[in-house]
């Protein structure tokens, strides 16, 4: 039996298990079929409850107001980088990050139309900036349309004319509609990462990360750098960093740091009292086990 199968199976049980114990529930971004679901599906299983929600900010008000245990955003891409929007939300949000989750993205391109009559194209923002080599090549000049989804451009894309969606299988089969091209992402190894949200963090194991964010005063020379070097000092190993306006004033930035480590080790609790003395503002988002094999 392959490890994908026997992973399958231990999922199911698990997820049969949990269930058993009280209701779980998992609000995820997007319709059913988005690329969040499917993401949100190989973590919990078939036996919990799952909520569709349009936008991030629904999955991060849904877990904090405690309207599901559990909330599934997408947060990077390896082709197009960083979501802001689930970024900007864990500015103001007081919910922890549980657990990290990848998924292999294939874009399909999906129609009920042929190829060359085809005059506009749906798809979430991110899908476009995955495919645009493609797009340029195939679909050179045809207007793209954004939506708060792929599986909701899939949907769109059954009653729209002379339209097609960039979606995936599992939505061709949901709605109906053809496959006219497979794989169309710029990258083979196209990745995004995703973020299971919860009311509070995953216990310490061997391999954890931990995501924070910090302001810095930036009328002071080398305060990011003297920021940074605290992890250095500590022998703590940093796996992305990232920044975002902080809408305090303009120029003025927030910066996400992810590290190597859990918030309750002490090297990583110490490193975050020395890191007080060089920043504004600090914020623990979560500790969660490192699901990357290399
Ligand atoms: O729109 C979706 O299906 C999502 O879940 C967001 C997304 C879009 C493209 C790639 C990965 C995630």
């Known amino acids: 039996m392959s490890s994908d199968s026997l992973h399958a199976i231990y999922r199911e049980i698990m997820s049969a298990s949990t269930s058993l114990q009280g209701e779980t529930s998992v609000a995820y971004f997007g319709s059913p079929g988005s690329y969040t679901h499917q993401a949100a599906r190989e973590k919990f299983g078939d036996s919990v409850l799952y909520y569709p929600q349009t936008t991030i900010n629904d999955v991060f008000d849904s877990v904090g107001k405690g309207d599901t245990t559990y909330g599934v955003v997408p947060f990077e ?23 990290e989750a990848y998924l292999k ?63 995936n299988s599992i939505c061709a089969d949901l709605y109906g509609l053809n496959i006219l091209a497979k794989d169309i992402q710029d990258k083979k190894d196209n990745t995004t990462r995703f973020f299971i949200l919860s009311t509070n963090s995953s216990r310490s194991t061997e391999n954890d990360k931990t995501l924070l964010l910090f302001t810095v005063d930036h009328r002071k020379p080398g305060a990011l750098c003297d920021s940074l070097r605290v992890f250095k000092d500590h022998n703590i190993n940093l796996t992305k960093i990232d920044s975002r306006p902080s809408l305090q004033r303009p120029w003025h930035y927030v910066f996400f740091v992810e590290l190597q480590g859990h918030k309750d080790d002490d090297v990583v609790k110490k ?19 490192n699901q990357l094999q290399d």
């Open 105 to 167: 993205v294939n874009h399909y391109l999906l129609s009920n139309f042929k190829l060359e009559s085809i005059k506009k194209v749906y798809s979430h923002p991110q899908a476009f900036g995955q495919c645009q080599k493609w797009l340029d090549t195939h679909l050179k000049g045809v207007q793209r349309i954004d939506t708060f989804s792929t599986s909701k451009a899939a949907e769109l894309s059954t009653v729209e004319p002379a339209s097609a969606a960039i979606s």
């Open 77 to 99: 891409n390896s082709t197009f980088g960083s979501v802001v929007a689930t970024f900007d939300r864990f500015i103001s949000s007081k919910v922890q990050i549980f657990a």
């Open 271 to 289: 490193s975050l009292e020395d890191l007080k003395e060089f920043c504004l503002d600090l914020k623990v988002l979560g500790s969660y086990q």
